[in-house]
Nanobody, 114 residues
Framework: VQLQASGGGLVQPGGSLRLSCAAS????????MGWYRQAPGKQRELVAH???????HYADSVKSRFTIFRDSAKNTVFLQMNSLKPEDTAVYYC?????????WGQGTLVTVSS
């Protein structure tokens, strides 16, 4: 499975960004799709994931601000990030969990700064 993420960039506090991640290759058997992030000097943390059935999970720090959704037909997952804060600054990694294993994307940098 190959993952191609996009949508990162520089945004001011309070702004919005949308990340997307498209999976290709051996996509049969993908169950969950989601996002992790890693800020400088911190451990990688799970931001959100969505199952094939549409069930979602969010880290407490992003609840009510971020929304994850997927287009299963296109094997693509999105992360809509609103009301961004400086502490959201991190490299965001797309991830999928499938019957064939777990896969990670290359990461996209999100910087929240004025």
């Amino acid at each position: 499975v190959q993952l191609q993420a996009s949508g990162g960039g520089l945004v001011q506090p309070g702004g919005s960004l949308r990340l997307s991640c498209a999976a290709s290759g051996s996509v049969f058997g993908i169950n969950r799709m989601g996002w992790y992030r890693q800020a400088p000097g911190k451990q990688r943390e799970l931001v959100a994931h969505v199952t094939h059935g549409g069930n979602t999970h969010y880290a407490d720090s992003v609840k009510s601000r971020f929304t994850i959704f997927r287009d299963s037909a296109k094997n693509t997952v999105f992360l809509q990030m609103n009301s961004l804060k400086p502490e959201d600054t991190a490299v965001y990694y797309c991830a999928v969990w499938s019957t064939r294993g777990d896969y990670w994307g290359q990461g996209t940098l999100v910087t929240v700064s004025s």
